[in-house]
């Protein structure tokens, strides 16, 4: 059921976390250097990474199937993260309602 004036009002005002990480051009390994960018799209965290790294779109290879940005030297991968906040309870907390186990 749509109600007026909300039909893709949530979907605009979404903004999800994804996670820059540089990687070694030659192995593929992780540098170490990671960038958060928050965006609506995949497409808007690439052009948020452009701009932290102070380039453009045209200087860069950008291979959207693999989310992949190569500028001169660089290799830049683009991966989702979570988008809710971090939970305060442990993680064996949080598994153990999960795995429907009885703790006494």
């Not at 030659?26 to 540098?31: D, L, M, Y």
């Not at 291979?63 to 971090?86: C, E, F, M, N, Y």
């Amino acid at each position: 059921m749509r109600h007026a004036g909300h039909s893709g009002e949530l979907y605009r005002s979404c903004i999800a976390i994804f996670k820059a990480i540089e990687l070694d051009p030659a192995s593929r390994q992780r540098t170490g250097r990671e960038h958060a960018l928050e965006a609506e799209t995949r497409q808007a965290a690439i052009d948020e990474l452009l701009g932290l790294l102070q380039t453009t779109a045209a200087e860069a290879r950008i291979d959207p199937t693999r989310t992949l940005v190569q500028l001169h030297s660089q290799l830049w991968t683009i991966v989702g993260s979570s988008s809710s906040p971090p939970s305060t309870e442990p993680s064996s907390l949080r598994r153990a309602g999960a795995k429907h186990r009885r703790v006494y």
